[in-house]
């Protein structure tokens, strides 16, 4: 099926650092997820942005709707070792018969060495 | 906040034998879920949409025969690997939608291992 196009696919940064991570789309979305995956565990839902241009902060994590609709960033500031995880972006086109699915990105490996 | 619980956490089995796993919405009532399938390092591939008394909606390429869903009830969900062979071990996902504009909460997966 169709993916957004995520980058970057890993990240390796030291404790304290900033992060900064993107996907983009060649179609459009009404919502943008941003979503964290820890390993043997399902995505625990971060953010939500319903609208273009939004900006939506939740704690050290802020996250942006791109006003084009096609794309969004989520970034951590002061990254600590429990950030470690895989972040994925998801798109949500809520029209009449897309029944809500959600388009995934390939996601972001992040690595926060102590 | 919304809660899905996702049963069993993982399930070893013979190849040939049939794999039930259950999703639930736990405090909502969800008129739709959805069942996704992950292989190691990659992304959620989304395999079906389930609704509450109707037949599932199956993505291109995923086999209903061989993928059965149910959602009899407005809290439960249901995935049966029927026949079930190495080649469909991987770690399958659920998840529930609130009615309305909330986005999807996700249960915490099963790992299905076929032998």
């Known amino acids: 099926g169709q993916q957004l196009n995520q980058s970057p696919q890993s990240m390796f940064i030291q404790e304290g650092e900033d992060v900064s991570m993107n996907c983009t789309s060649s179609s459009i979305f009404n919502t943008w997820l941003w979503y964290k995956q820890e390993p043997g565990e399902g995505p625990v839902l971060l953010i939500a942005?319903?609208?273009?241009?939004e900006l939506t902060s939740n704690g050290r994590l802020t996250a942006q709707f791109g006003i084009t609709r096609k794309d969004s960033f989520l970034n951590i500031s002061a990254s600590i070792p429990s950030d470690v995880g895989i972040y994925f972006c998801?798109?949500?086109?809520?029209?009449?018969?897309?029944?809500?699915?959600?388009?995934f990105g390939k996601g972001t490996l992040l690595t926060v060495n102590p | 906040g919304a809660v899905v619980s996702q049963h069993p956490s993982w399930v070893i089995c013979k190849s040939g034998t049939s794999v039930k796993i259950e999703c639930r919405s736990l405090d909502f009532q969800a008129t739709t879920m959805f069942w996704y399938r992950q292989f190691p390092k990659q992304s959620l591939m989304l395999m079906a949409t389930?609704?509450?008394?109707?037949?599932?909606?199956?993505e291109q390429g995923v086999e209903k025969d061989k993928f059965l869903i149910n959602h009899a009830s407005l809290t439960l969900s249901t995935l049966t690997v029927t026949s079930a062979h190495p080649e469909d071990s991987s770690f399958y996902i659920c998840s529930a939608r609130v009615p309305g504009r909330e986005p999807q909460h996700f249960g915490d997966g099963t790992r299905l291992s076929i032998l």
């Open positions: 942005l319903y609208k273009a241009g």
């Open positions: 389930s609704n509450e008394g109707s037949k599932a909606t199956y």
């Open positions: 998801a798109g949500q086109l809520d029209s009449g018969g897309s029944n809500y699915k959600l388009t």
